[in-house]
């Protein structure tokens, strides 16, 4: 286990998603009273970032698109067939923390479309195919 620090607890607001990223993975963060849920951090639907979104009930709402998810398990109330993988997290003081290897396991099997680096980088739309360009 690594343990990686993600977030000062004091600073997590009540109900306001929060984002975070360990390796290539985009988190989430909802603090709920004196409880937290660590999810992935983009929405299925059109790869979203879900810390743009904001809280509705239990639900934590894409800011794009409005896809809902309840933000203690990431099961998605409209499909419960879809879900935002749900990380283990725990509090050192003040420091909310994750296991990066547990992350990075995860994204072996869900490899993440994002290319930081290029234009548009985390904001790409990981469901559009670009069509082949080809230089004159």
Known sequence: MK?????????VADRTPVGAQVSN????????????SVLY???????ALMAD????????IC????????????VSSYNNAEQLAKFSSWLEGDDLC???????IWEQSHPQPYDRAAYQGGFQDPMVTRPNRTSA
Do not use: M, P
């Open 53 to 60: 979104g904001s809280v509705s009930g239990d639900n934590l």
């Open 3 to 11: 343990e990686v620090k993600i977030a000062t607890w004091s600073e």
């Open 25 to 36: 993975v985009d988190l989430v963060i909802v603090r709920f009273d004196d409880n937290h």
């Open 41 to 47: 951090g983009r929405c299925l639907h059109r790869g």
């Open 63 to 74: 800011g794009l698109h409005g896809w809902d998810y309840l933000f203690q398990t990431g």
């Open 98 to 104: 994750v296991d990066q290897d547990e992350i990075e």
